[in-house]
């Protein structure tokens, strides 16, 4: 079975698809807010460790959510990418749909 890709929906979409699977439910994007960095607040993280946090399916989610400039990351040659966790969490946060009548 080929990886999903977000040209099959949105990254709404994904966020939906997940939360269906319980991969990734309200209480812990909560709770990946609460988790401590290994090191310091400004530790880097590859793609693997980036998809291991957030519940990815694969890699290449995590290359269309680059793709699309939904999670900022740091080019540190032609292929070594890198990202702030705490950067991408609040990135995530922004994206999140907050239901009608939530203020």
């Not at 209480?27 to 090191?39: F, Q, W």
């Not at 880097?44 to 793709?67: A, F, G, N, Q, T």
């Not at 032609?78 to 907050?98: D, G, N, Q």
Request: proline residues 5%.
């Amino acid at each position: 079975m080929a990886a999903p890709t977000l040209e099959q929906g949105t990254v709404s979409a994904l966020i939906e698809r997940c939360t269906n699977k319980n991969l990734m439910s309200a209480s812990s994007i909560n709770s990946l807010k609460d988790e401590p960095a290994v090191g310091s607040e400004a530790e880097l993280i590859d793609k693997e460790e980036l998809r291991r946090r957030l519940s990815l399916p694969s890699v290449r989610m995590v290359d269309e959510l680059m793709r699309r400039r939904k999670i900022p990351y740091v080019r540190l040659g032609h292929r070594t990418v890198r990202f702030s966790w705490p950067k991408v969490l609040a990135a995530i946060s922004r994206l999140e749909c907050r239901a009608l009548g939530d203020g």
